[in-house]
């Protein structure tokens, strides 16, 4: 059967509180990051992306964060709601790697 | 309406019995890729098609395969599966490389090796 996996970090938060999840990556040619949300049984959904000229970028209840300076990319899920409660990676791409790096997963569990 | 869709959800094999795993896309996408997926990772990528030129990934067993007939279609042989390569695996796709291209993927296939 499977191999165990990795536990993964896991963030648990109340309804209706503002989530953030924290990614840091590695390549500082990075210039393309995505946020996919993975919900149990799910092919990861596209959330949100930025490209690294920008350091802020919102969508619905969404903001993502990009500090290029020390690496660090993150996601804030604005009133959080029980439907948020999935897996969130991060992803990059950029300078001679065209192709998507996904970061490990952050568990998000939302308590009503 | 499913833009990338995978066949079956769930698929159950033999221990090295030959499986194929279908992916479709409505999307007219240039691109489309098969990743692999264990339990509480990240998907780890195995290919990916430019459109019929075929990229594989310099870790990728030889075990795996894949086949794009066309600009629709693409399938994940396995050609002798072991144990280790039950998994999730998602098909995406996305119109270009890089940047302002994000992968728009499917739900997935469940394998189980028995």
């Known amino acids: 059967g499977e191999s165990v996996g990795l536990h993964l970090p896991t963030l648990s938060v109340q309804e209706g509180d503002n989530s953030i999840i924290n990614c840091a990556y590695s390549?500082?040619?990075?210039?393309?990051f995505i946020w996919y949300k993975q919900e149990s049984g799910k092919g990861p959904q596209f959330i949100i992306d930025?490209?690294?000229?920008?350091d802020k970028r919102q969508g619905q209840r969404v903001t993502v964060l990009l500090n290029k300076t020390v690496k660090h990319l993150s996601l804030q899920i604005a009133a959080t709601q029980p439907g948020d409660s999935a897996v969130y990676f991060c992803?990059?791409?950029?300078?001679?790697?065209?192709?998507?790096?996904f970061g490990k997963g952050t568990l998000l569990t939302v308590n009503p | 309406d499913a833009m990338v869709i995978q066949n079956p959800r769930y698929q159950v094999t033999q221990f090295g019995k030959p499986v194929t795993l279908s992916c479709s896309q409505t999307?007219?996408?240039?691109?489309m890729y098969w990743y692999q997926q264990k339990s509480s990772q990240a998907p780890k990528l195995l290919f990916h098609?430019?459109?019929?030129?075929?990229?594989n990934e310099a870790d990728t067993p030889d075990n795996f395969q894949s086949r794009r007939p066309n600009t629709s279609f693409c399938f994940l042989d396995i050609r002798s599966p072991g144990l280790g390569d039950a998994a999730m695996y998602s098909c995406?796709?996305?119109?270009?490389?890089?940047?302002?291209?994000?992968?728009?993927f499917g739900n997935g296939t469940r394998l189980t090796v028995t």
């Open positions: 930025i490209r690294s000229n920008m």
């Open positions: 390549n500082s040619a990075s210039d393309y």
């Open positions: 995406a796709t996305s119109r270009d490389v890089g940047g302002d291209s994000p992968l728009h």
């Open positions: 999307l007219n996408h240039n691109v």
């Open positions: 098609y430019y459109d019929k030129d075929f990229n």
């Open positions: 992803a990059e791409s950029g300078g001679s790697n065209y192709k998507l790096t």
